[in-house]
């Protein structure tokens, strides 16, 4: 079973930029499809970006494309989130997320076997 841990969240001014990272244990994280979420205060969690097992697919929702960056380190078991000009809107707790299954698919929340513990991320307008 894989345990997930993030890092690297905190308070940010709108335009500023944040990179999350998500450590994983096992000797299995390079056959994890992995995926970030997240989750602002009264709003339902949503999917963020996903990265396949090579790191050569990558999906992003609309709302981060051309802002975001996921990338992954097989060698390190870590996935990260490089977060560019953010926004208030993109004030949230930032979930990792992995799946044992490696086929390359857009996933949605409930395909993902283990999640993280989250980390905040606060933009200030």
């Known amino acids: 079973q894989a345990q997930l841990v993030e890092s690297g969240g905190g308070l940010v001014q709108a335009g500023g930029s944040l990179k999350l990272s998500c450590a994983a244990s096992?000797?299995?994280?390079?056959?994890?499809?992995m995926g970030w979420f997240r989750q602002a205060p009264g709003k339902e969690r949503e999917s963020v970006a996903a990265?396949?097992?090579?790191?050569?697919?990558?999906y992003y929702a609309d709302s981060v494309k051309g802002r975001f960056i996921i990338s992954r380190d097989n060698a390190k078991n870590t996935v990260y989130l490089q977060m560019n000009s953010l926004k208030p809107e993109d004030t949230a707790v930032y979930y990792c997320?992995?799946?044992?299954?490696?086929?390359?698919?857009?996933?949605?929340?409930?395909?993902?076997?283990?999640w993280g513990q989250g980390t905040q991320v606060t933009v200030s307008s």
């Open positions: 997320a992995a799946d044992r299954e490696s086929n390359w698919y857009v996933r949605t929340e409930s395909d993902y076997d283990y």
């Open positions: 096992g000797p299995t994280f390079s056959s994890y499809i």
């Open positions: 990265i396949s097992t090579s790191g050569h697919s990558t």
